[in-house]
């Protein structure tokens, strides 16, 4: 499903999860050969990309070595005190998926 990300309430990406190489059930294979999974395991499995450029991205670090390829130059900064990330994964048909939205605002460690 696509992932719909947005910072400081402007699109930064769309991309698909359709393009992953591995799938989730692959991924939790994988990592039960070297290590025992319990209930509660967080596994991640990377940024979302996709090959088209016009998906956008999920992740800045991408979205900066895109553009030193791309443009020849970093265009996009890191995020700021102040900034927010909004990500949410919905389904082909606009429906909201299936983990709600996570949205996190960077604040001062005070």
């Known amino acids: 499903m696509p992932l719909h990300v947005s910072w400081n309430n402007q699109r930064f990406g769309e991309p698909h999860g359709s393009e992953m190489n591995f799938s989730f059930p692959q991924l939790i294979a994988h990592a039960a050969r070297s290590r025992k999974l319990t209930s509660g395991c967080i596994l991640g499995s990377g940024t979302?990309?996709?090959?088209?450029r016009e998906a956008g991205s999920a992740c800045i670090s991408e979205r900066r070595v895109i553009e030193?390829?791309?443009l020849g130059e970093i265009k996009t900064g890191f995020m700021?005190?102040?900034?927010?990330?909004?990500?949410?994964?919905?389904?082909?048909?606009?429906?909201?998926?299936?983990?709600?939205?996570?949205?996190?605002?960077?604040?001062?460690?005070?």
Do not use: H, L
Not at 48 to 52: D, G, K, L, P, T
Not at 85 to 93: E, G, I, L
């Open 48 to 52: 979302v990309s996709n090959f088209a």
């Open 68 to 70: 030193k390829i791309d």
């Open 80 to 110: 700021k005190f102040g900034d927010t990330v909004r990500m949410q994964a919905k389904f082909d048909d606009g429906t909201d998926g299936p983990f709600g939205v996570i949205e996190q605002k960077v604040i001062a460690n005070k």
